[in-house]
């Protein structure tokens, strides 16, 4: 896959959790929980993480210095049509409280093409304040586990605060990394996410990391942001634009063959095409037995 960003790794990861940090207590706000609170339950970096995060997550209370216009935007907490009444059943999030549906920052709903089924183990890439984790929880089941995996410290403090207002036990969130998973080989069923892999500076490494924690057989069921012709310089050059899930979102044939690359088999890609150029598309694949 071709380099996609004139930024730096770094420079790309700081602006996503500086921008998903400060939705992260916005939404911990709105739900009546202070900022403060959600700050102190940051957790240190788990043991075994290979490579410590070193990304400074803004003050509390500093939102509108730190992120400007960008998360008061129309597709920011708060704001009329959530990603949550977007794109999911009103029976499933309905059940959810407002500090999960808030959150919600998804491109669409990977649980629609998971097919879960009880007892199978769950790996969410990017979980953010956990939507998809708790809906995917009801369908494992108690014999079931699911995982959320996030580098946003405000984002998992959010995500474990939402896993004890539901009193989920099959649920778990770990920060880290994407491009370095911090689970073992061949340890999920299933790994789905929700508008994340486009901003990730390292998209092979991802989707090296997910073949490796998949186990025989195992599937990979994302949605994301794919764009269906050449992206335009301009946008690929905007750090603002990679944040927003647009700059780093791959063409789609990139998408595809960077899973053929890491060994995935039937690999697809589900979406429709418009004359933006980006759409949501739902990506799926699976590790050969
Ligand atoms: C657009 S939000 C989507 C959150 C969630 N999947 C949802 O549907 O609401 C992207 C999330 O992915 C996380 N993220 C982005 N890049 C990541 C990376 N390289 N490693 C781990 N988490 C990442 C961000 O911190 C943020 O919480």
Redesign the pocket.
Known sequence: MTEQTEHTAREV?QA??EQ?GARARRAMEVAGQSPAAAACCAPAAPAGTAAPLEFVSIAPGTDAAACGDDCCSADSVGNELT?AQRYYAAADVDTLPDSVTL????CGNPIAVAELAEGEHVL??????G??CFLAARRVGDTGAVWG????PD?IALARHNASELALANVHFRL????DIPFADAHFDVIM????IN??PDKPRVFAESFRVLRPGGRFRVSDMVWTREIPADVRASIGEWAA?VAGAPQVEDYLGGLRAAGFVDVAADYTDTEQGIVSAYITATKPE
Do not use: H, P, Q, R
């Open positions: 990861k996503v959790v998903y990603a959150a919600s920052a998804g969410d890439l990017g979980s953010g304040g939507i998809d995996l996030d580098m946003t984002m880290g990394e994407i491009e996410s929700n508008c994340v901003l990730s899930c």
